[in-house]
């Protein structure tokens, strides 16, 4: 259930710039004579010509929807051109629309915090360039006022006047507005020269809302589409909500939003007025009823999250009709694909962006024969990630058979697979600095770093064997989740804790050549952990960065020690010997 976040103390400024039919407006530019035409983009599919994903403006004039499939769409429009999207493996391949919509946020993450959405939609918080503006340029004093800006639709002028463009300039450069809506005004002339700079860089045009928080800059960005832009001043926030389907708001398209239609009559926003904050605490509790009395009155503390990457990755499936999957090896044909995509994915995240996911998720949607349990839904599945094509297909076929197992209970009846995903989250950066893979081999309390270990140097010592000591370092500790929430690419935020510096060196660690042995350094019953090189997959090693290839293959063969090693050029120069007593 939705809650109610803290308030800012001082008003923002707040965009969400939606790209006008994206995927339509990329294969137009891949395909230039496409421009001008009614064009849809095809989700793979033979089934009466596949499903719109993307439907052309000129398109629409004819009737044509996203609704559509591409047989109904010619019929509508004879002359439509249907663009069907890349296919790898077999399904949809939209790495063409994610590296376009890459081009955009590039652009658009100069001006402020910039969180991408989605493929083809980013909201920015433009606050502290707004401020700048107004303090350097106020718009008041400025003797040319950008002309793209002046083209804006600001809620509560009048939109039929001939000289629209003048009267929006007034607006822009009124002396006596308060400090709230000068900052919109520099908002507003602020998203217009992106949208052109996107315009001239990329081909793409883009619409956007501009308001003091994410919902209702979020809600007007499609009202004047395509290439345009809508400014929600303050004083028309409740005239543009008091008549607003209730089902249009954020969170309250689903069972929520129907519990409120249900259960109060409210249909608008409007109607969500009447109710007293203690009368909708009473009926969906104290958040909840919070919430909703809020964003009834345009009020919404959430933050644009600085974020110019995906929280994850995800592959999927799905198996309409006569396509549904019915037996496990349909399903690991299946999975082996999505998973290798998987794979490409996130190695391409971790060599480009140095993020790597901790959690592999599995989602599917399956019925039985035996219809008199057919309501209970399959349940999705996560373990910890481990890199390499190989492994993640071998884990993910093993959360498919548990899922199964709890999807079936007791019953021995006949199942069938209509959708199937995976996914990979709790993705995090790599530390600046860091240059060994022991960085990532983690105990369950503790977290094994190199940072500042040397045995280069160490005298031999017969007592000692072939055993080297390290110390842990709480410099980090990042636990993957074995819970992942059920509706497909809803993530929960990450998690980590505080580093604990004053336990750093507290005791030592044995490792033997053969093995890592590590348990928490502050307690004395933390369980300890093992890893045996000798079960080092090579397959799974190639996958990896260059510098980590080296290092494990020095676990393997270990070179012969040097008197001229350098500190912290190999593995054997991040360990030291363990104090001894006596």
Known sequence: MPVARPEPQEPRVIAHVDMDCFYVQVEQRRNPELRGQPTAVVQYNDWKGGGLIAVSYEARKFGVKRSMRGDEAKMVCPSINLVQVPVARDKADLNVYRSAGSEVVTILSTKGKCERASIDEVYLDLTDAAKEMLLESPPELLELIFEEATKSNILGLPSDVSNREDSVRAWLCRADADYQDKLLSCGAIIVAQLRVKVLEETQFTCSAGIAHNKMLAKLVSGMHKPAQQTVVPSSAIQDFLVSLPIKKMKQLGGKLGSSLQDDLGVNTVGDLLSFTEDKLQEYYGVNTGTWLWKIARGISGEEVEDRLLPKSHGCGKTFPGPKALKNNASVKTWLDRLCEELSERIQSDLNQNKRIAQTLTLYARACKKNKSDSIKKFPSKSCPLRYGTVKIQEDAMKLFESGLHDFLGSQNTKWSITSLSVSASKIFDIPIGTSSILRYIKGPNSTVSPANL?????????????????????????????????????????????????????????????????????????????????????????????????????????????????????????????????
């Open 454 to 582: 040397d045995c280069s140097s160490l005298p031999e010592d017969p007592s000692l064997g072939n055993k080297l000591y390290i110390a842990p370092n709480h410099e980090e500790h990042c636990e993957p989740s074995l819970s992942e929430k059920e509706d497909y690419g809803n993530n929960s935020p990450e998690s980590s804790s505080e580093p604990n510096k004053a336990e750093e060196h507290k005791a030592a660690q044995y490792v033997d050549r053969n093995k890592f042995n590590t348990a928490g350094s502050n307690s004395a019953s933390s369980s300890t952990w093992m890893f045996n090189v000798e079960d080092i997959d090579p397959a799974v090693v190639e996958e990896l960065p260059p510098e980590i290839q080296r290092e494990i293959h020095g676990w393997i063969r270990p070179p012969k020690q040097s008197s001229s090693k350098t500190r912290g050029s190999t593995i054997s120069s991040y360990f030291q010997p363990a104090k001894r007593s006596g």
